[in-house]
Structures are given as C-alpha cells and as structure tokens.
C-alpha cells in the first residue's frame, strides 16, 4: 500500500537535489544563460512546502497548510518566472504583479473561506493548475522546439492536468477525504507531483545544455564582430550548395566583397569605428542577402557571399544593390565597396569558383574601386 506521506516527503527530496544539481549546472554555465538562478530556487520552495505538508496533523494547519500552500504556489510561479527568462521573454512587471496579487489574493481567501477541504482544494488547484498550464503554454509556444522543450511542456501539460482535475472533483468527495487519505485522485495527485517535480528539473537541465550547445555552435560557425559565417563554416556551405547545384543542374554564383580603404577608416576614426561600419555593412548585405544566401567573413574587411540558384545577371543585380546599401548609415564614416562576381561552371571546384570571384574584385579595384565587376571562366 502505498503511503501518501512518503510520497509527500520523497517529492521535496527529489526538488532538493534537483536544486542541487541545478545550482552547479548554473556555475559552470555563460551568464548569457538567464533564469537559472529561479530554476534552482523552485525547486527548493517546493522543497520547503513538501516538507510542510508531510508535517500535516504535526505543524498547526497555519504552517502545514497555508504556509505550505503559499510555498508550493511561489515554486510554480518562481519556475514560471525563471522559464520566461530563460526564453528572453521575461515577464513584464505588469504580468509579475498580476501573478503574485492573484496569488496572494487567493490564498487569503480560501484562509478566510469557511467551505471545507474540498473547496480548498479547488481554489489552490485552480491556482497551481492556472499557473503550470501558462508556463506549459510559454514552453510549447517557443519557435525553436527539441526534445527538451517538448518533453517539459509535455510534463508540465500533463501536472497541470492532473491538478485541475483533482480540484474540479474536489468539492465531490467524501467530506472527511483529506490530503493523505488513499482515494484513488489523491494517489494520482501526490504521484503526478512527485514526478513532475522530478522531471520538469530534468527538463531544465536538459534546456540549459541544449541552449549551451546551440550558443557553443553559433560561436564556431559566426564571426563574433558582425555575425556573418566563419570561414571554416562558409566553406562547408560552399561545398554543399556547389554539390547541390551540380546534381539538379541549377545555377549558382559567388561575390568576393571588399570595403575600399578600409585601413584608412581605421587610421583616421579609429579600430572601433572600424568596427561599426563592417557590422553596418554586414547587417545591410544580409538585408539585400535572401535565403538560402549566405555571407562569411573571409578574412579582415573580406567578405564572400554564396549565392544558390542566381545565374551572373542575377549576381550582378544583388551585388549592386548591396553597393548601393553600403555605408547608407549617415552617422558613420563614407565608405564604399568593391565586388568581384563568378557564376559556377560544371567542372569548378569552390576554390576555383572564389578565385574567379576574387579576380573580378581585383579587376575592380583596379578600375577605380566602389563598382562590381564579373568575372567570366578562363578561354581554355
Ligand atoms: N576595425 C577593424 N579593422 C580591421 C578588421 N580586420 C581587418 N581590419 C583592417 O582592415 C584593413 C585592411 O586594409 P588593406 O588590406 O590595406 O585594404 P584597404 O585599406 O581596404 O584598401 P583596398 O582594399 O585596397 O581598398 C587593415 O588596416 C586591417 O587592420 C576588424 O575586424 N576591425
């Protein structure tokens, strides 16, 4: 027979040392992670209102069960609140205040409220319930899903579900029913928390590594400066579209791009300066830049621009338009571009394609720099 107290006392053990676990994840995890720190103090209020509650009949019913209560709805809404800061979305002041007022107020009227066990239970269900369906709602609503946000909205769906429907059958039991009496939906109840008690913390920790790895990869595959590929990733991009326009037969070109004395940007307004204006520049080609194109930091003030499915007319009509976009913004210095296009031909390897692309940036550099030239295969 399973006993309900226990089970009580093992969910706020298992909240402990999922605290535990989170608090060392945190350490050792970028600042740029936010909401751990509310991960990790969830699950140690719900730690301290388990304890209270398996102290029922022990602790007057002010500590065993409003304080517990107060306790188990602060964890819900901590975990809430650390979840929307974890997704950049952190719950505005407004929606704080709301969370916390509709709490407060609650429980002080289910204190004050004298219609027995079973409205209690629907009141606070109502309550917890309401506040796990909107973090299982702000977990499922993120565009990028894997497995750990499916697998913690799925557990946070399912503990809310079990809640609301432990307090709409509430005010139906039998009236001398209590929290640790072994009536099938209490059985449920304690299980459903104990679980997702446990789960939903694995689950965070699962989101927290994800998040890392995906912060780990963007660092390798995008320059930190402007956002563009790496040169490592660009060419693997490279390699893959060349492949892919050579088996369906499709065309494919390539702009080598050069920001025109660029070393006396540097001297006359300094690094930073320098700085903005290849971010402006790279921001503003990736605005002209449709996918699937992409654009990679070659090295320095180089930049090469991979463009699937474009034949050199089209080349040559993107490539205008970033010239005209660059260095629009009024508030850096004048600058200008030159670009050197290559159209992909059936026997081109990357290398020889980019060399093409960057023999047509020579030849416009030597017509005066700021225009666009194409470069066509060598005669045999
Ligand atoms: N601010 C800044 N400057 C950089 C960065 N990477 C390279 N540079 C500078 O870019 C300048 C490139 O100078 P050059 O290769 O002489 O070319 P340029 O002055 O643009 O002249 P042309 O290409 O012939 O028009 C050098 O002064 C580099 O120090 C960077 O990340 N930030």
């Not at 509430?170 to 299980?191: D, R, S």
């Not at 326009?245 to 065309?251: E, L, N, T, V």
Request: aromatic letters at 8%; glycine letters at 8%.
């Amino acid at each position: 027979m399973l006993e309900l107290r226990t089970i009580s006392g093992v969910t706020g053990v298992m909240g402990c040392l999922m605290a535990l676990v989170m608090a060392f994840q945190r350490r050792s995890y970028p600042p740029s992670i936010h909401g751990l720190g509310h991960w990790t103090a969830a699950p140690l209020l719900a730690f301290a209102s388990a304890l209270l509650f398996t102290l029922r009949g022990v602790l007057p019913a002010l500590l065993s069960a409003g304080l517990a209560n107060a306790l188990m709805f602060a964890a819900a809404a901590t975990f809430l609140a650390g979840s929307c800061r974890f997704f950049g979305q952190p719950l505005s002041a407004r929606a704080t205040s709301l969370l916390w007022l509709t709490g407060a107020a609650t429980l002080l009227f289910m204190s004050l409220f004298n219609g027995g066990y079973g409205w209690r239970v629907l009141f606070m269900g109502l309550l917890l319930g309401g506040v796990v369906a909107w973090h299982a709602a702000v977990v499922w609503r993120q565009p990028q899903h894997s497995f750990a946000t499916r697998f913690t909205g799925t557990v946070l769906a399912l503990m809310s579900a079990i809640i609301l429907a432990r307090a709409v059958s509430a005010p139906f039991a039998p009236p001398q029913e209590g929290l640790f009496t072994p009536a099938p939906m209490q059985v449920v109840y304690l299980l459903g928390l104990a679980f997702g008690t446990l789960l939903t913390s694995i689950g965070t920790v699962l989101m927290a590594s994800e998040h890392l790895r995906r912060e780990l990869e963007r660092l390798i595959t995008h320059d930190s400066l402007t956002g563009a590929l790496t040169r490592r990733a660009l060419f693997a991009s490279g390699e893959a579209e060349l492949a892919r326009a050579r088996r369906q037969g499709r065309p494919m070109a390539v702009l080598m791009l050069d920001l025109d004395h660029f070393k006396q940007i540097n001297d006359e307004h300094g690094h930073r300066v320098g700085d903005r204006v290849l971010v402006d520049f790279v921001a503003r080609a990736h605005a002209v830049l449709r996918r699937p194109a992409v654009l990679g930091r070659y090295g320095g003030e180089e930049f090469v621009a991979l463009l699937p499915d474009t034949d050199t007319a089209q080349a040559l009509a993107v490539s205008e338009r970033i010239r005209a976009s660059t260095c629009a913004d009024p508030a850096l210095p004048r600058c200008a571009v030159s670009i050197g296009v290559a159209a992909a031909q059936p026997q081109d390897s990357l290398e020889a394609l980019i060399n093409r692309a960057d023999a047509g940036l020579y030849d416009a550099k030597a017509l005066g720099r700021n225009r666009v030239v194409a470069r066509g295969p060598a005669p045999h």
